[in-house]
């Protein structure tokens, strides 16, 4: 329903959504659901930026929240409890990317209930809240049709975070934890590409602060996240408080692989995906996996 409405129409829409299952947690004044609609288009150097209001924000820098800092993995599917429970005991791995929500994610997610995130949780494991959704105008991606408008960018990430908050409540996990933006790789070079990109992951933050939730963003070095790192220097925001890059390098590092600054995303907000799908076999069970450092924010 969400897709049809104008901009600032969609900006109230999804304040009401966020709130609703939660008003006395979220209630806000009037005012800021008008600033939730204002994009203010500014310019700095060579970068055209966006910068939005942030009427969450305050609220987050108090919140508790929950830092892992080891190897993880990301699966399509959630593995079964049974693989999970053997793999805590027997694999090198403390943390797990589940893809929690999205019209476009790859794989379908039987496993994945409220039940399992309970039982993966008192295993020991930390989860990375993944949602897969609108890509790149620019991607070359025919299994992922569905693309960012240029014009409406920051309305749709509104959108796509009130369905993350959704799918992360509907799982068990609460205000206080982050949840990641899948952004495949695309082409570098294209300026209006990324800066719809950009826009969506600063309407995506805007209403997940709001809802109380972490931002997070996930893309490739050579696009999305040199993209978000070049934004960040022109003062476009709000930005995901945390960082996930592929760089598919085998390197068990979070030092940005050369497209991060030494002062982007410090202090626990980088993750590093470092190999792509493969087979491992840890207690005699086998799965195919990504294989990842963090040093960020996890599930509370």
């Known amino acids: 329903m969400l897709r049809y409405l104008r901009p600032a129409a969609v900006s109230a829409a999804v304040l009401v959504l966020l709130v609703a299952n ?23 150097s060579k970068h055209r930026v966006t910068v939005l209001a942030d009427p969450g924000r305050a609220r987050l820098t108090i919140a508790p929240h929950t830092v892992f800092t080891g190897s993880g993995f990301d699966a399509c599917s959630a593995p079964p409890l049974g693989a999970m429970r053997v793999w805590r005991g027997a694999s090198p791995y403390g943390a797990v990317g589940i893809y929690t929500s999205g019209s476009q994610r790859a794989c379908a997610q039987p ?9 993966a949780r008192a295993l020991g494991w930390r989860l990375m809240p993944t949602h897969v959704g609108r890509q790149a105008p620019c991607a070359d991606r025919p299994d992922k049709p569905d693309r960012i408008d240029p014009d409406n960018a920051a ?65 490739s070095v050579d696009s999305g996240i040199t993209d978000l790192a070049d934004a960040a220097r022109a003062g476009a925001a709000p930005l995901p408080d945390a960082v996930w890059y592929a760089r598919w390098d085998n390197r068990s590092s979070t030092d940005g692989s050369g497209a991060l600054d030494a002062d982007q995303w410090p202090e626990h907000r980088r993750a590093h995906q470092l190999t792509g799908s493969k087979a491992q076999t840890w207690g005699g069970v ?3 996996v990504d294989t990842d450092q963090l040093d960020t924010l996890v599930a509370r």
Do not use: N
């Open 22 to 44: 939660d008003a006395s947690a979220h209630r806000l004044p009037a005012a800021l659901a008008g600033a939730m609609a204002g994009p203010a288009a500014t310019s700095a």
């Open 111 to 119: 496993e994945l209930t409220r039940e399992w995130v309970r039982e």
């Open 155 to 219: 309305a749709q990430g509104q959108e796509e975070a009130a369905e993350a908050v959704h799918g992360a409540r509907v799982l068990g996990l609460g205000p206080g934890t982050p949840i990641y933006l899948d952004i495949e790789a695309y082409q570098p070079g294209d300026a209006d590409c990324a800066k719809a990109v950009i826009d969506f992951a600063e309407g995506w933050t805007q209403a997940l602060h709001l809802a109380g939730y972490f931002s997070g963003f996930y893309s």
């Open 286 to 288: 086998e799965l195919d």
